[in-house]
C-alpha cells in the first residue's frame, strides 16, 4: 500500500499556525520558500498561492509578478522528514513494516493483513479517515508491487486497488509517464522522444513484435544502460512496476532512546549548580539503562536557555558502561566553555548508541574503575582531552600473515566482528616490525635449521617444531609469491625464536629459499 501527502509541508505549516484549511492564515496566498544561490525558491504553496499562479520550483520574484501579495514562510525540509519518519512508524498499524518514500510518501507492507480490516476496500477507508482525522491529507492505493501502488496513489483513482490477478499494464496504460518514479531529466528526455504516456513505453519496452520496435527499444537500452540509479532507467522501473525485477525496500525500524531531562524552576548560572544536576541525570540514565539491560557508548547531553539558545556536548565511550560517577567526571571537561548567558532552564541527556550489558557482580575492574585506573575509563579521559583520533587501538584482521593479522583503529569504534577473528596456533608474544633476513649455516635434508646467523651472532639449534605452512593469499598477491613454513626452534642457550623458510626449492618461482626471523618468545 502506497500512502501520498501531497500537501504534507504546507499542512504541517497550517497545524502550526493552528487554523483549519482555507481559514485563516491558509486563507491568504502563502509559498513556503527555500534560500538558494539565485534568490528565494518556492517549495510549497497552499491551495490560495496555487490559484493565483504560484507553483513549487518557480523563483519567489517570479511568483510576486503573478500575485504581488503572496505570503511567505520559511520551508523546514528536516521537518517534514522527521514527520515522514513518525507517519511511516505509525502506518504500521496497517501492516508489519513500512519503508519511506521521500519526500512524501510512505510505503506499507499489507500481506495476510487486509483482512483485518474488512478487506482491501474498507483498509483504504481507514486510512484516510485516519489521517483525515490528524488534518493531514492523504492519498492511498494498494498494488502488488511497490511501484504500482505509487503510480495509482499519485495519478490513479481515489482508493484504486490492483489486484495481483489483474493486468498492470492494461490499467495502467493511460498513466502518465511520470508514474514511473523518474528524475526530472529523464522525464524531458521521454517527452521529446514522444514517450507521455506509460503504455507508451510499455508497448516498446515488452511488445517488439516487428523490427521498428525492437530497435526503438534498443535505442532506448543504450541511451540509459549507463544510469546506475533506477530512478535514472525508465527500463528498470518499468520491469519494478510490473514485478519482473525486485525492488529492495528499507523498512523503517523505531529507534527509542534512553533519555532523561530536568525542567529548572529557576534558570542557573553557576557551575556548581550544573554539576549537580548532571549528577542527578546521570543516576537517572543509569537507572533507565539498567531497566533495559543496557548500557551506554554515546551520550548527548543537551542545555536550553532562557533567551532559546541549545547548546550540546558530545561524549563516546569506548565501552559500554553504566557508572554515573564516570559519565559525570568526563562530561566535567566538556562544561568549561559553556555560556550559560542569562540562565540554563532545562538540561536533558540522551543515550543516541547504547549496547546490552548485563547486570554483572562487582569486581576487582568495576572497583578500580571508581578509583579512575580502568583501562576503559583511561582511554575514555584520554579521549576527551585529545580527541577521538589520539588514541588507537589494535584489532584483528582476517588474514593469515602475521604482518596482516592486526590492523589499527580508533578507540571509540565498534568491535570488530566474530568473523575477523581467525584461531592460529601459538604466535611469540614480540613481533618484529619487519621479518629480518637470517642466514641458515646447516639444515636437516627434512628443512629443519640446526645452525643460523642474526644480527652476527651464531645460534645452534636445540629443539625446533614445524612447520607451519602458510599459503600466500592469491587473490591480492602475484602468482609468483612464494609460500612460507614457519618453524618454532630453541637454541642450546635456552632462547626461542620463530623463523620461517620462504619458498620451497624446486618450487618453480625462484631460486634457492630464503630464511627470515619474524618473532621472539618470551
Known amino acids: 500500500m502506497a500512502i501520498w501527502f501531497a500537501r504534507l509541508s504546507v499542512d504541517r505549516w497550517r497545524l502550526s499556525q493552528g487554523c483549519e484549511a482555507g481559514e485563516g492564515v491558509d486563507a491568504l496566498p502563502t509559498a513556503l520558500i527555500t534560500e ?34 503572496i505570503q511567505t514562510a520559511p520551508a523546514d525540509p528536516a521537518g517534514d522528514l522527521d514527520t515522514l519518519e513518525k507517519l511511516a512508524l505509525w502506518s504500521q498499524r496497517w501492516g508489519p513494516w513500512s519503508a519511506l518514500d521521500p519526500p512524501d510518501g510512505v510505503l506499507v507492507d499489507i500481506t495476510a493483513a487486509a483482512h483485518l480490516f474488512g478487506g482491501e476496500t474498507r483498509m483504504l ?64 528526455v521521454l517527452r521529446r522522444l514522444g514517450l507521455k504516456r506509460l503504455g507508451d513505453l510499455a508497448a516498446i519496452a515488452t511488445g517488439a513484435i516487428n ?32 514485478g519482473r525485477v525486485p525492488e529492495p525496500l528499507l523498512p523503517v525500524i523505531p529507534h527509542h532512546a534512553p533519555m532523561v531531562q530536568r525542567r529548572l524552576m529557576e534558570p542557573i548560572r553557576h557551575r556548581s549548580l550544573l554539576d549537580q544536576v548532571l549528577a542527578d541525570l546521570a543516576d537517572d540514565m ?25 547548546m550540546v556536548r558530545h561524549l563516546e565511550l569506548a565501552s559500554a558502561t553504566r557508572e554515573a560517577a564516570h559519565i559525570t567526571r568526563l562530561f566535567a571537561d566538556r562544561l568549561d566553555d559553556v555560556d550559560a548567558g542569562f540562565g540554563i532552564e532545562t538540561v536533558r541527556l540522551r543515550a543516541s548508541w547504547a549496547e546490552p550489558l548485563g547486570v554483572s557482580q562487582a569486581d576487582v575492574e568495576q572497583a578500580v574503575e571508581r578509583h579512575g585506573t580502568s583501562l576503559n575509563a583511561c582511554i575514555d579521559r584520554l579521549t576527551v582531552r585529545l580527541g577521538p583520533d589520539a588514541v588507537r587501538r589494535p584489532v584483528p584482521y582476517a588474514s593469515h600473515l602475521p604482518e596482516r593479522a592486526h590492523s589499527w583503529q580508533p578507540a571509540l569504534a565498534a568491535e570488530p566482528s ?23 649455516l646447516y639444515a636437516s635434508p627434512d628443512g629443519l635449521p640446526q645452525r643460523f646467523r642474526w644480527r652476527g651472532n651464531v645460534h645452534e639449534v636445540a629443539r625446533a617444531e614445524g612447520p607451519e605452512r602458510i599459503a600466500p593469499e592469491w587473490w591480492r598477491e602475484r ?38 626471523l619474524q618473532g621472539l618468545y618470551a
Open 36 to 69: 538558494t544561490a539565485h534568490g528565494p525558491r518556492i517549495e510549497a504553496v497552499n491551495d490560495a498561492g496555487h490559484s493565483s499562479g504560484a507553483q513549487p520550483g518557480m523563483m519567489l520574484a517570479d511568483a510576486r509578478t503573478l500575485c504581488p501579495d
Open 418 to 440: 566474530s568473523q575477523a577473528m581467525l584461531e592460529f596456533h601459538q604466535r611469540p608474544l614480540k613481533m618484529l616490525d619487519k621479518p629480518e633476513g637470517i642466514a641458515v
Open 211 to 242: 523490427r521498428d520496435e525492437a530497435a526503438a527499444r534498443d535505442a532506448i537500452h543504450r541511451r540509459f544502460r549507463n544510469r546506475r540509479s533506477p530512478s535514472a532507467n525508465p527500463l528498470v522501473r518499468l520491469d519494478q512496476l510490473l
Open 286 to 310: 543509569v537507572r533507565e539503562l539498567e531497566g533495559r539491560g543496557e548500557g551506554a557508548r554515546r551520550l548527548e547531553l543537551g542545555l536550553w536557555r532562557v533567551d532559546g539558545e541549545v
Open 479 to 516: 602468482s609468483t609469491v612464494r609460500l612460507r613454513d614457519y618453524y618454532r626452534i630453541e637454541d642450546v642457550m635456552g632462547r626461542r625464536y620463530w623463523i620461517y623458510r620462504h619458498g620451497i626449492a624446486g618450487d618453480g618461482r625462484g631460486g634457492a629459499p630464503d630464511w627470515y
Open 125 to 188: 477507508a481507514d486510512v484516510e479517515a485516519a489521517f483525515a482525522k490528524r488534518r493531514l491529507s492523504a492519498r492511498a492505493a494498494i498494488a502488488s508491487t511497490a511501484g504500482a501502488a505509487w503510480a495509482l496513489a499519485h495519478f490513479g483513482p481515489r482508493q484504486a486497488i490492483l489486484g495481483p490477478g489483474d493486468n498492470a499494464l492494461r490499467c495502467l496504460t493511460d498513466l502518465p509517464i511520470a508514474a514511473l518514479r523518474l528524475d526530472q531529466d529523464v522525464l524531458t
